[in-house]
């Protein structure tokens, strides 16, 4: 798979081989996201050299603005949901194509929120079975006007530089309406805000 994803970072989406790399633990991963800066991070939920849901939470809680995709083989809804409430910021399973694959990675560094087709099945089932009890969860839309032009915007895939020329609002008043979205949905990532907001009825 490392050799895989090495060949779809150089060919596809036309990164060199030393901005690409590779851990083979949780410790090393948060350790090195800690030491350098990176523009997004796979984390692979079937490895078994490392906990996938753990290291997405322990990299999302030392950057939570970096971007997470999750890779996995056929899934199960509990591993979906765990690992999207960790912090990741979508999920994919490796029986993609390549050109699948990169199209995800191009989403999620695009400030996108993509999920595979068949694990979306697993959310929605979660949707229907919450959805009666969730007007009482949240019985007036909790945010702002502004906030929900943010929130819609994100929900399309776009980056918050790309919502603050949308909307001709500087990045940094983006940031703000995104951490006070977070904080009024009680979530920690864009995957999780949208989820939650569609939950609540707030997005279609």
Do not use: W
């Not at 036309?14 to 030491?35: I, K, P, Y």
């Not at 991070?41 to 970096?66: F, K, Q, Y």
């Not at 765990?82 to 990675?105: M, N, P, T, V, W």
């Amino acid at each position: 798979m490392q050799d895989r994803l090495r060949s779809i970072f150089e060919r596809a989406l036309g990164l060199a081989q030393d901005l690409v790399c590779f851990t083979e633990n949780m410790a090393d991963a948060c350790r090195l996201t800690a030491a350098r800066q990176f523009g997004l991070a796979l984390v692979d939920i079937g490895s078994i050299e490392m906990d996938g849901t753990e290291t997405i939470r322990c990299l999302h809680r030392g950057d939570a603005d970096l971007p997470i995709l999750a890779l996995s083989g056929p899934s199960n809804r509990q591993t979906v949901l765990a690992a999207l409430q960790a912090g990741a910021s979508g999920y994919l399973l490796k029986e993609r194509d390549d050109g699948e694959i990169a199209l995800f990675i191009r989403s999620v560094l695009r400030g996108g929120c993509p999920i595979d087709p068949f694990v979306a099945c697993h959310i929605v089932d979660v949707a229907r079975q919450a959805a009666p009890i969730l007007p009482s969860v949240f019985p007036t839309p909790p945010l702002s006007p502004r906030e929900m032009e943010v929130l819609h915007l994100v929900a399309k895939g776009f980056a918050n530089r790309e919502v603050s020329n949308l909307l001709h609002l500087s990045v940094l008043t983006v940031e703000c309406h995104m951490k006070n979205i977070y904080r009024k949905l009680e979530v920690k990532s864009r995957t999780q805000a949208v989820f939650e907001a569609r939950a609540v009825g707030l997005l279609p």
